[in-house]
């Protein structure tokens, strides 16, 4: 078979966004919110009476709902388990064999959870599972960015946004129709769909190039060479690709071999600032309160909304279906409107929504009000997938430096997945406690993220990578990022540098990676 399929640029990108992107992050959506419908199912119940919290006597409910949540958590600690693994296995591996192994991992867990009869293999096959989509998560948009031109890469990365929300909106459908099942293959065959998922990249990946950038950091410059020829549809030695090149090991240079230590340090590329900013996205992205419905959004429409068990199935799903809208617009706008631009209007649009529906909620007695709360969730869904659903996985990977950028993507994911513990155990407990008051909870957090992302985020949309990390270099406190990245010329609409200190200009050529 012809190397990358016989493929060449726009047409090979497309492949991997369809082909290997989209079942990837669909497996992840899928898996995080299948639980929520899969724990109300009678057979379920019935298989795990462990976690049974709505038949439990009043004197275990407390106890049980805690253990729910820990099961619900435990995926995300083995996600976690799976991000922090990449940082040592990540540049020895390679991003496509990373991306395989993860798969593999990823299918391993989905088959002992599909087979489970005893409840603690319940709860192994949940950590295993989460190891393998944790890999997965912390490697999948890093070898996406590091492939795509400057001009598409928001656009290439946001489709996260859309492909995830597609795997919740597939979860909560599939668990609707499969609730019917008169026998425990209501909940088995749901929770065994991601291995059909994991074939498909297993396949596509192992046909797809390697990043450039890890083998110019491997010193394979040759190989590196012929995979940006192909990726940018142009003659393997056109002063494009030696150009590129020469960026990019101008950055190693710069850079370093690179190190954990260095995570910790400043120096002149300000490291750990860009580690801070990696992280802080991701921080932002979980304060958001988007997996607090995510992981519980069928129980919360059930027990907390007082609305049907149909009903809420139906409504988990069009909840995670209203997130595929808001992916699309990202796609849409990400390049034009900038990154910044998204986060603070979702911000913004969040601290609204999220008010409203703890103010609705709280009128427990009155069913318009509820409607209308059920409403304003998907609002929210919606406004928070253009913000916050790929950006901040996008913006990890384009503000680390090369040498590091692995071993920070790890542990920015990581630190995605230990707050999805958290969130995951405290939920529960949170709305049997406080109710409707947790909502506000996420109004005021979102309210605050408006300044910070305004004060500490710079723009990074159509800046070549290499270029990003010059923005820091010229930077010498937490607030200049901001202006300084305002100084360099955007390449996807022609914007000139602004400030009265324009940087050099650049021989362009073509876009840059």
């Known amino acids: 078979m012809a190397r990358f399929l016989g493929l060449r640029g726009r047409r090979l990108h497309y492949v991997a966004l369809l082909g290997m992107v989209m079942p990837a992050m669909m497996s992840m959506g899928y898996n995080q919110g299948l639980l929520g419908g899969v724990l109300t199912l009678p057979w379920f119940k019935a298989q795990f009476p462990e976690i049974d919290v709505t ?55 989905a088959l002992l959870m599909a087979s489970s009869f005893q409840f603690a293999q319940l709860v192994v096959s949940r950590v295993i599972l989460g190891l393998g989509t944790g890999g997965q998560l912390a490697t999948v948009p890093m070898w996406q960015s590091e492939i795509s031109p400057a001009t598409k890469r928001g656009a290439h990365v946001g489709t996260m946004g859309i492909f995830v929300g597609m795997g919740l909106t597939l979860a909560l459908l599939v668990d609707l129709g499969m609730s019917y099942a008169p026998n425990s293959a209501s909940w088995r065959l749901p929770v065994g769909l991601p291995i059909i998922l994991c074939l498909i990249v297993l396949v596509i990946t192992y046909h797809m190039p390697e990043s450039p950038r890890w083998l ?111 992916g699309i617009v990202c796609v849409f706008t990400i390049e034009g409107f900038g990154r910044r631009s998204l986060l603070l209007s979702s911000a913004t649009a969040n601290t609204i929504a999220m008010a409203l529906v703890a103010a609705l909620s709280s009128q427990t007695t009155n069913s318009i009000a509820m409607h209308a709360a059920v409403v304003f969730m998907f609002i929210f869904h919606f406004s928070m997938i253009v913000g916050f659903g790929g950006i901040p996985f996008l ?26 513990v958290l969130v995951a155990e405290v939920t529960p407990i949170a709305f049997n406690g406080i109710g409707w008051k947790y909502f506000l909870i996420f109004a005021c957090l979102n309210f605050v993220m408006i300044p910070i992302v305004y004060l500490f985020f710079p723009e990074t949309a159509g800046i070549s990578l290499e270029d990003i990390d010059q923005v820091f270099i010229m930077s010498k406190g937490w607030l200049d990022p901001v202006r300084v990245a305002r100084q360099l010329p955007n390449k996807s609409n022609g914007r000139q540098p602004q400030g009265d200190r324009p940087l050099e200009k650049k021989d362009d050529g073509e876009p840059k990676v």
């Open 395 to 420: 913006y990890a990977s384009e503000v680390a430096p090369l040498s590091l950028r692995t071993t920070i993507n790890g542990i920015s994911s990581g630190i995605y997945w230990a707050l999805s």
């Open 55 to 109: 038949s439990a006597h009043p004197s275990e409910k407390d106890y049980k709902s805690t253990l729910q949540g820990t099961v619900v958590a435990l995926y995300a600690a083995g996600g976690f388990l799976g991000a922090i693994t990449c940082i040592g296995l990540g540049d020895i591996l390679g991003r496509r064999r990373t991306i395989i192994l993860a798969s593999v991992v990823q299918m391993i867990g």
């Open 216 to 326: 110019i950091q491997q010193g394979q410059v040759s190989a590196a060479r012929e995979v940006l020829a192909v990726l940018r549809d142009t003659e393997i030695d056109s002063e494009v690709l030696k150009k590129e090149i020469l960026d990019v090991e101008a950055s190693l240079a710069i850079a370093g071999k690179g190190s954990l230590r260095q995570i910790s340090q400043m120096g002149s590329q300000r490291i750990f600032h860009r580690a801070s900013l990696a992280g802080g996205g991701l921080v932002l992205l979980q304060l958001t309160g988007v997996n607090s419905i995510t992981f519980y959004s069928t129980t919360i429409f059930e027990t907390h909304l007082h609305l049907d068990s149909t009903t809420s199935r139906i409504l988990a799903a069009i909840y995670q279906l209203s997130g595929v809208f808001g």
